[in-house]
């Protein structure tokens, strides 16, 4: 039997050797096709859907559960470190009855500097000053309420992405063949995503005027690359240990 002249392809051993599987079985000549497909060349165009290593089930394609493992991450430090930064202000503000509007401001600043970069930006927007704000009435001991309460419901949000992404990750891990494999991977995703995060934020403070909003961009890109970049390294590490 002659195969007809076609123009070839050299995909590497491991996708060869699988397209010839594939090619065989539909055929239904194992005996007098394995030779030709499995040492040589396949026919481009003799299996049009079988082209590519994605067809085969190699997809490179990023998880909807990696995605939402980086994305609750990522909000939940946001959300918990917002009310932290914010409960610490109310109780320095607080704590000094006698204090002056400059003392507060100089607190403002501090506080602003450890507020997370996607609240930061926010911040900047809608009240970029840090004194007292015209027409307010308010003394320079109390705070405001709707900030602090502002707060909070992102310190909620922010827990409840925690928990979502822990109950994520236990159940990759659950499900996994390899559970000590999935757990490394679920590691080095929250792992990449916070250090990703933090220092994207720290980069993006050299934006000069506009280091509020380039923090936040560096965080979100550095949170994201981190993320999938600790994830692919950690399960590169882990299969080298296990080899």
Do not use: C
Not at 137 to 148: C, K, L, P, Q
Not at 184 to 208: F, N, P, Y
Not at 209 to 234: M, N, Q, R
């Amino acid at each position: 039997m002659s195969l007809p002249h076609h123009q070839h392809i050299q995909p590497d051993p491991i996708y060869r050797a699988m397209l010839a599987e594939e090619l065989l079985r539909r055929a239904g000549r194992r005996d007098r096709l394995a030779p030709v497909n499995v040492l040589g060349r396949v026919p481009e165009g003799l299996i049009p859907e079988l082209q590519t290593q994605e067809d085969l089930g190699q997809d490179d394609s990023v998880s909807p559960e990696t995605k939402m493992q980086i994305a609750t991450t990522m909000l939940a430090d946001e959300g918990i470190r917002n009310e932290r930064v914010r409960a610490e202000y109310d109780r320095a503000v607080g704590e000094n009855r006698n204090i002056t509007s400059e003392q507060r401001s100089a607190l403002k600043k501090e506080a602003r500097k450890k507020t997370p970069p996607f609240m930061s930006a926010f911040i900047e927007t809608v009240r970029p000053g840090t004194g007292p704000k015209t027409g307010s009435g308010g003394t320079a001991s109390r705070t405001n309420v709707n900030w602090t309460r502002a707060a909070k419901v992102a310190g909620a949000a922010g827990k409840g992405n925690a928990l979502l992404g822990a109950g994520l990750g236990a159940w990759r891990i659950k499900n996994a063949d390899d559970k000590a494999r999935e757990a490394a991977i679920v590691s080095g995703e929250v792992g990449g995503t916070l250090a990703g995060a933090l220092l994207g934020a720290k980069l993006g403070l050299l934006g000069g005027p506009f280091a509020p909003y380039t923090s936040a961009a560096g965080a979100l890109v550095g949170g994201i690359g981190g993320g999938l970049l600790g994830g692919d390294k950690v399960e590169d590490f882990y299969e080298w240990v296990t080899d």
